[in-house]
């Protein structure tokens, strides 16, 4: 376990900044083992709007920067070249199904990037988690890193990395033993942590 604490004066501005603003909200951060330079952050349990802005803080204060996909729009003009800097990856949602795809080219561009993603895809309990995050690591040939935030013990980072080897089942169950006992701000509107069934293929 790596603690986020140490060597006060040799850490960022920032780092220092975010941990002290959680300090003073009565979190904590935590990540198991150096991050590798290529992974999916998972960011979960999704419930409230605060998520973003504790999930953020917390990848702060673990000096981690993190990656995130915008609209393709949001990086034309002069503001482009900000939204990169800032972490953004575009992505163009008139290319329908083409999501994964686009992520996967991302990652081969970058030799490091830290892509998260909050796979329940909603505020709301939702029957499945959303597939893209895990086809995405599988397509890149790149860890899942389990990002979260447990509003049950005020505690947030990264878990185990997790490398998929294309058998959902399997997959899932590793993540859904981690995340399992955790809560988040609004439990009630924590879904089941699985992928939607793929349909059967007739012939086959």
């Known amino acids: 376990m790596i603690d986020a604490g140490r060597g006060t004066m040799m850490r960022p501005f920032s780092q220092r900044l975010a941990q002290a603003l959680l300090r003073l909200l009565g979190w904590q951060v935590s990540m198991q083992s150096p991050p590798p330079p290529r992974f999916v952050l998972v960011a979960a349990p999704h419930t409230s709007n605060w998520d973003f802005l504790l999930f953020l803080l917390a990848m702060s204060a673990l000096d981690l920067r993190i990656h995130w996909v915008g609209k ?13 800097a800032l972490g953004g ?12 795809a686009q992520m996967v080219a991302a990652f081969k561009q970058r030799e490091d990037m830290a892509l998260a993603i909050a796979p329940e ?16 690591a599988l397509g890149a040939g790149v860890p ?4 979260f935030l447990d509003y049950g013990r005020k505690e947030g980072g990264i878990g185990p990395f ?6 959902p089942e399997v997959d899932m169950a590793m993540i859904r033993e981690f995340y399992g006992e955790m809560k988040g701000k609004h439990p009630e ?11 059967l293929l007739l012939g086959r």
């Open 72 to 84: 393709h729009t949001l990086f034309r003009g002069p503001f482009g070249r900000l939204m990169e």
């Open 89 to 100: 990856v575009p992505v163009d949602r008139r290319a329908k199904g083409d999501f994964v």
């Open 121 to 136: 895809g909603t505020r709301s309990a939702a029957p499945y988690w959303r597939s893209g995050f895990y086809y995405i």
């Open 144 to 147: 899942l890193g389990l990002g």
């Open 162 to 167: 997790i490398i998929p080897g294309g058998d």
């Open 189 to 199: 509107n924590q879904g089941d942590i699985r992928l939607r069934p793929q349909p």
